[in-house]
C-alpha cells in the first residue's frame, strides 16, 4: 500500500505561481512513478504530468508544457509540482498518483494509488 497527501493549493490570481507537494508513505517511494491530474467542476479528469521512478523520464501535458515542472526527491517521498503563470482554466482539484511499471503512462487508470486531491483556483 501506499498512502499520498497532496497540500499547496490555494487560491491564486491569474499569471500567478503555486507549488504543489505530494507526500509518499507506505511502500519504496522510489520504485513508483508519479503522476499529477486534475479534475475540473463538470470535467472529466485529465493528465498532466508524469515523473518516472528515477526521474529520466517526464512527460506533460500539452496545456501545461512550458508553465508547469514536475520533480521528486525520493530522500523525502515527495513529488512536487511547480505551477507558473497560471491561467483560470487551470482551476481544478490536482490528484498525485503512483504506479510501478516498464513504460511511464499518462492514461489515469494506470495508476494504483491516488491523494485525496487538492483545490486549485485561479482568478482572473
Known amino acids: 500500500q501506499v498512502q499520498l497527501v497532496e497540500s499547496g493549493g490555494g487560491l491564486v490570481q491569474a499569471g500567478g505561481s503555486l507549488r504543489l507537494s505530494c507526500a509518499a508513505s507506505?511502500?519504496?517511494?522510489?520504485?513508483?512513478?508519479m503522476g499529477w491530474f486534475r479534475q475540473a467542476p463538470g470535467k472529466e479528469r485529465e493528465f498532466v504530468a508524469v515523473?518516472?521512478?528515477?526521474?529520466?523520464?517526464?512527460i506533460y501535458a500539452d496545456s501545461v508544457k512550458g508553465r508547469f515542472t514536475i520533480s521528486r526527491d525520493n530522500s523525502k517521498n515527495t513529488v512536487y509540482l511547480q505551477m507558473s503563470s497560471l491561467k483560470p482554466e487551470d482551476t481544478a482539484v490536482y490528484y498525485c498518483a503512483s504506479r510501478v511499471g516498464a513504460v511511464v503512462v499518462t492514461t489515469d487508470s494506470a495508476y494504483n494509488y491516488w491523494g485525496q486531491g487538492t483545490q486549485v483556483t485561479v482568478s482572473s
Open positions: 507506505g511502500r519504496t517511494f522510489s520504485g513508483y512513478d
Open positions: 515523473i518516472s521512478w528515477s526521474g529520466g523520464r517526464i
